[in-house]
């Protein structure tokens, strides 16, 4: 694995470019409002799975099970997105992905039962999945053309519409049946991709200069990784499975701990996730100062060893106020993880990287969840949660283990 600190590409920080370039500025601004965007949907979606199980009927564990469409489609369609991107261009998959994920959102409403919600919930997922390879792939090729580590901020512009949209479903889950809220989230979604993918579409994707040769359908065996690098990619999918886990497991658990284990009331539990989201946020909008600071090792390490000793905290806390703190330094430790190995896996093998290191990661958020509910029966919930510090640290040790293997390239 090229040397993950020390390196003449953008996420590792090096020599600028020209950040002033209007193309790359409008580019930019487009990428980030396909972020945006993509948070702003699934957390208003998510706000409104109560209604939809009440219009379905469906049982919690008929929803469970249609709920696992969205996942399997997504981790189903991230591989062949690679390949869609290698074949037509990051751009123009990123633009059709995004029509597709503001119409599929519109769908849930028009089920009539847990199975064709699972179905609906299928076809959703698959346009998640696409839109999260697509926009990533586009983004990392920006990074490498601005030699600036700006993925978290992407990221972070994610979070940010992940938090607005579920504030705004949180009001007007009051005043519109979920039909018209879900409506216009779609009509909003198409709106956004209309204007940010008239950018996309009308400016060709960026080249650093340094990345070899671009890869395209004429190229395919170009885009396809050496050894070295695949092995790499998958060594950056595990440690994006491990912030995935965490962050899968603080969004089902982390309420229900605070209730059951600490006494807290539901309002108080609530804030268990929204300080570890915010937190989240913050640490991927000071990322890249961060990583041009510390390098990507380092802030790897740091990362993965800060939310070990957070969630141990949050974990095993006496008291609610502890937990709320060792949440929040979870958030902070776990926040530019993942932009971080999905950037450089990116990098080293283009969509194709993407792809592999995104299936893996959203393979923990598919683990994360039942592995809690799993441990928790078997021994306790505070004990099952301290598998998200044991994994942190896994992810800090991979990244400080491979950052010298063969194929490096100094700065």
Not at 175 to 186: C, G, I, K, P, S
Request: proline letters at 5%.
């Amino acid at each position: 694995m090229p040397n993950l600190n020390k390196t003449r590409t953008a996420l590792s920080g090096g020599r600028r470019g020209n950040t002033a370039d209007p193309a790359l500025r409008r580019l930019r601004i487009a990428l980030t409002a396909f972020f945006a965007l993509d948070g702003l949907l699934f957390a208003g979606w998510v706000v409104r799975i109560p209604a939809i199980k009440q219009q379905t009927g469906a049982s919690t564990g008929d929803l469970g099970l249609a709920l696992l469409g969205v996942s399997a489609g997504a981790v189903a369609t991230m591989t062949v997105t690679g390949r869609l991107c290698t074949r037509f261009g990051n751009h123009p998959v990123t633009v059709v992905t995004g029509l597709l994920f503001s119409v599929g959102i519109a769908l849930p409403p028009l089920a009539g039962s847990p199975l064709v919600l699972g179905l609906v919930l299928l076809v959703f997922g698959t346009a998640y999945g696409a839109i999260n390879v697509a926009m990533n792939s586009a983004a990392i090729d920006l990074v490498a053309a601005l030699r600036r580590p700006v993925m978290p901020s992407f990221h972070a512009a994610f979070s940010l519409g992940g938090m607005l949209g579920a504030g705004l479903g949180g009001l007007l889950a009051g005043q519109l049946t979920v039909t018209r809220h879900l409506l216009l989230l779609a009509a909003c979604g198409l709106l956004i991709t209309a204007l940010a993918g008239r950018v996309l579409l009308t400016t060709p994707a960026p080249d650093s200069g340094e990345r070899g040769p671009r890869r395209t359908g004429m190229d395919r065996a170009a885009a396809r990784p050496a050894g070295g690098h695949r092995r790499a990619v998958v060594f950056l999918g595990l440690i994006a499975l491990c912030t995935a886990y965490g962050e899968g497991a603080l969004a089902d658990w982390s309420a229900l701990h605070l209730e059951e284990d600490l006494g807290a009331h539901a309002g108080l539990a609530a804030a268990g996730y929204s300080v570890f989201a915010l937190a989240m946020t913050v640490g991927r909008l000071t990322g890249t100062a961060l990583l041009e600071r510390l390098g990507q090792t380092r802030a790897l390490v740091a990362g993965g060893a800060t939310a070990t000793v957070g969630m141990l905290l949050g974990a095993l806390a006496p008291s609610l106020p502890v937990a709320l703190v060792g949440f929040t330094v979870t958030g902070l430790g776990l926040s530019n993880i993942f932009p971080v190995a999905i950037g450089r896996a990116g990098e080293l093998a283009g969509p194709s990287g993407v792809a592999t290191a995104s299936t893996l990661g959203y393979g923990g958020i598919l683990l994360g969840p039942p592995a809690i509910g799993l441990l928790a029966d078997r021994s306790s919930l505070p004990v099952a949660l301290t598998t998200v510090a044991a994994l942190s640290a896994v992810a800090a040790l991979v990244a400080w283990a491979v950052r010298d293997t063969a194929g490096a390239r100094s700065g």
